[in-house]
């Protein structure tokens, strides 16, 4: 069985992977902390050295973006890719200069707010779990703390385009995303599906931005499936 890396999103944890990790028995699966540069292309390196030599590779979000650059420096470490609910471009400069007033309020003491306030609650379809997602999106935000939101926006601010380094991969791949997700919509995965040759399109309804965590059976089913063909590639 091929071990499997899952790279959570922006100020997340393994938490984002609760159940995903609690039904897949049958491999190894690990994740992956992104959090100590400032720099995509270093953390890409940090998470590469401590990999095993070859592994599917699973990210969400910010962790997709990582998973590219990880993609691009270590391609034939690289059994499988999953990119869920991420963007394969780099950063709009418009969007880079709106991280600077969250910046500034993270640094003066406002992460719950910015979290609670301007950033999760338009990630996430309506439905019955948004309020306790929300919640746990927050407590993984606080349990990362300010540094690590600085750095990771300071990642996202100067992350390269990798729709190139998609263009190269032929191993088995995936493309999940939200039906509702406002931040990485729709097209931009049916975009990074045409790229990826050979890949799936799921899109997950009653998903926004987190569909781990808001429909957890139906993204484990599509890893599953994603896994066994990786398994038998």
């Known amino acids: 069985m091929t071990a499997l890396l899952l790279l959570p999103g ?24 992104i959090t100590g540069h400032d720099t995509t292309a270093a953390l890409a390196a940090e998470v590469l050295a401590h990999a095993p ?50 910046i500034a309020s993270v640094r003066d003491g406002g992460l719950r707010a910015v979290m609670r306030d301007e950033m999760k609650p338009n990630y996430l379809a309506d439905g019955p779990r948004r309020g306790a997602i929300l919640d746990t999106c927050t407590a993984m935000a606080e349990a990362l703390g300010p540094a690590v939101f600085v750095r990771q926006s ?17 191993v088995p791949s995936l493309v999940l995303c939200g039906r509702d997700d406002a ?21 997950v309804e009653g998903a926004g931005h987190l569909p781990t965590l808001e429909q957890p059976e139906v993204t484990t089913r599509a890893l599953r499936s994603w896994l066994d063909r990786v398994d038998r590639a």
């Open 53 to 102: 030599p070859r592994f599917a590779l699973a990210g969400l979000s910010m962790g997709g973006i990582v998973a590219m650059e990880m993609l691009a420096q270590a391609p034939d470490r690289i059994a499988g890719l999953c990119l869920m609910d991420t963007n394969p471009k780099a950063e709009h400069p418009e969007v880079a200069k709106g991280r600077e007033p969250q």
């Open 154 to 170: 300071r990642a996202l601010q100067t992350r390269a385009d990798r729709q190139d380094t998609l263009a190269t991969v032929t």
């Open 10 to 33: 922006m100020m997340c944890d393994a938490r984002l992977f609760a159940p995903q990790i609690a039904a897949i028995h049958d491999r190894a699966v690990m994740i992956a902390p």
């Open 183 to 203: 931040l990485c919509p729709l097209h931009r995965h049916e975009a990074m599906h045409d790229l990826l040759e050979g890949s799936t399109l799921v899109v």
